[in-house]
C-alpha cells in the first residue's frame, strides 16, 4: 500500500490549531502557575507530570504539519494517536476541563480533513463521549495518575451541604456537555463548509483546465485542417496549372528552332499559366486573411457572388434566397464558403451550363441545396478533391447534415441541412 503524507492544506485551518494549542498550553501554565495555592488532598503526595503534559500538547501540534493520505488504517491511527496525546495531556497535567476541550477540537478538525462526512461524524462522536467521561471521571474524583482531572471548587461552595453540592456538580457537567456539543457541532459544520468550497474551487479550476486544453485542442486541430485546406486546394488548382505550363515549356524547347513562331505561341500559353497559378496561391492566402462578408449581409454577397460567378464562367445560375432570421456572422460565412466552394468546383470540372441554388429557411432548419447540369461523376471515385470534403466537414461543424448524389451524365446534387438554433445572431 502506498502511504503519502501531506503538508497542512488550509492555512486559515492550521492557524486555528495553533490557537486551540495556545490556548490549551496558557490553561496547562496557569495551573501549574498557581499550584502552590491548590487545595491537594493532603493523603495525595503524587507529583505533576508538567513536563510530559507539555510535550503530549507539543507533539500533538507537531502531527499537524503532515497529514496521512492514501491508507485509512494509517489515517486511523493517526487519529487515535492524537486522542491518545490529548488524554496524556490531561491526566499527565490536570485541568481536563479546560485543556481537554481544545484539544479534542483539534482532532476533530484534523479528522475533517481526512475523512468524508461519516467518518468526521464518527470522531466527533468520540471526542464528545471522551469529554463526557472526563467530566464524570471529575465528578466522581477518579485520578488514575493522581492529578486531579477537574479544577477545583471555591471553599464557598465545597461548603454547602453535601446533597445541594452534588446537584450542584451534576448541573455543571450538563452545561459542560452542552457547551462542548454546541461548539463540537459549530466547528464541524464550520470547517465542512471551508471544505465544500475549497472542493468547489477545486473542481472549478479543473474545469477551467480542461477548458482551456479543449480550446487549445480545437486550435491544433483547426489549424491542422486549415492546412490540409491549403494542401488540398494547391495539388487541386495550382498543380493543375503547373502541370500545363510544363507541357508548354516542352514545347516550346522542342519547337524554339525550327519553328520559333510555333515555340513563341507556347511560351506565351505558359507565361499564362504561370499567372493563373499565382493568382490562385494568393486567391487561398486571401481566403484565410479576409472576410469576404465584410460587413454585409449573407443575402448581398451571394448576389455579388453569383454575379461574378455568371461574369467570370458563363454559367447561368437561378437562386432563390429566403431567409426570415438575422444569421451569426460565423455561420453565414460558413454559408457562404460551403456555395463558393461549390461553384468553384462546378465551374472547373462538371462542363454545366445551368445551376439552380435554393437557400430556405423551414421547420427551424437552414437548408441549402445546390444542382447542376454537367457531365456529373461517381461520389465514391472522387477522394482526394478539397470541395467536397471542405463542404462537408464545415457542416458538420455546425452539427448540421450534408448529402451529395451524382452519377455521371445526370449532373450533381449537393444538399445541407443545418439546424436554426446555431444560427441565430445573438444581439446581447
Known amino acids: 500500500m502506498n502511504h503519502e503524507w501531506k503538508k497542512h492544506p488550509f492555512r486559515l485551518l492550521l492557524y486555528l490549531e495553533w490557537i486551540l494549542l495556545g490556548i490549551a498550553l496558557l490553561a496547562l501554565l496557569s495551573f501549574f502557575l498557581e499550584r502552590h495555592r491548590l487545595p491537594f488532598p493532603v493523603h495525595n503526595p503524587r507529583t505533576i507530570f508538567p513536563i510530559g503534559a507539555i510535550i503530549s500538547i507539543i507533539l500533538l501540534g507537531i502531527m499537524g504539519w503532515r497529514l496521512p493520505t492514501g491508507s485509512r488504517l494509517v489515517q486511523g491511527l493517526y487519529i487515535s494517536l492524537g486522542f491518545g496525546l ?40 468520540v471526542s464528545y463521549l471522551s469529554f463526557i467521561l472526563l467530566l464524570v471521571m471529575s465528578w466522581l474524583k477518579i485520578s488514575p495518575l493522581g492529578v486531579p482531572l477537574g479544577r477545583p471548587l471555591p471553599r464557598v461552595i465545597r461548603y454547602l451541604p453535601s446533597e445541594e453540592l452534588q446537584n450542584l456538580l451534576l448541573s455543571l457537567i450538563i452545561n459542560s456537555a452542552l457547551l462542548f456539543g454546541l461548539v463540537l457541532a459549530f466547528v464541524l459544520l464550520l470547517v465542512g463548509a471551508v471544505l465544500a468550497e475549497h472542493q468547489s474551487r477545486e473542481k472549478l479550476a479543473i474545469a477551467n483546465r480542461r477548458l482551456r486544453q479543449y ?5 491544433n486541430q483547426a489549424t491542422l485542417q486549415e492546412r490540409n485546406r491549403i494542401a488540398r486546394e494547391i495539388h487541386d488548382s ?114 454545366a451550363t445551368l445551376v439552380h441554388l435554393r437557400l430556405t429557411e423551414q421547420k427551424q432548419i437552414i437548408q441549402l441545396q445546390i444542382d447542376d447540369n454537367g457531365h456529373g461523376f461517381n461520389p465514391t471515385e472522387n477522394t482526394t478533391g478539397f ?30 441541412e443545418i439546424p436554426l438554433w446555431r444560427m441565430v445572431n445573438r444581439n446581447d
Not at 257 to 276: S, T
Open 86 to 125: 490529548s488524554w496524556l495531556a490531561v491526566l499527565l497535567g490536570g485541568r481536563g476541563d479546560r485543556v481537554f476541550p481544545a484539544l479534542l477540537l483539534i482532532v476533530v478538525i484534523r479528522a475533517c480533513l481526512l475523512f468524508p462526512w461519516s467518518g468526521r461524524i464518527i470522531v466527533s462522536v
Open 238 to 351: 495550382v498543380g493543375h496549372y503547373l502541370t500545363a505550363q510544363s507541357i508548354q515549356l516542352e514545347n516550346t524547347a522542342l519547337f524554339l528552332f525550327q519553328e520559333p513562331e510555333k515555340a513563341a505561341n507556347y511560351l506565351q500559353k505558359a507565361r499564362q499559366l504561370g499567372k493563373e497559378a499565382l493568382q490562385n496561391v494568393r486567391n487561398a492566402v486571401a481566403t484565410l486573411r479576409n472576410d469576404p462578408l465584410k460587413m454585409r449581409s449573407l443575402d448581398s454577397s451571394l448576389k455579388q457572388l453569383i454575379t461574378e460567378f455568371k461574369r467570370n464562367t458563363a454559367i447561368e445560375v437561378k437562386s432563390e434566397i429566403n431567409l426570415s432570421v438575422e444569421l451569426a456572422s460565423e455561420v453565414a460565412l460558413v454559408l457562404y464558403r460551403i456555395i463558393q466552394e461549390a461553384l468553384t468546383n462546378i465551374s472547373k470540372h462538371s462542363q
Open 215 to 219: 480550446a487549445v485542442t480545437v486550435e
Open 387 to 416: 470541395g467536397l470534403q471542405s463542404m462537408r466537414e464545415r457542416t458538420e461543424a455546425l452539427n448540421g447534415n450534408f448529402w451529395l448524389a451524382s452519377q455521371p451524365g445526370q449532373g450533381c446534387h449537393i444538399k445541407v
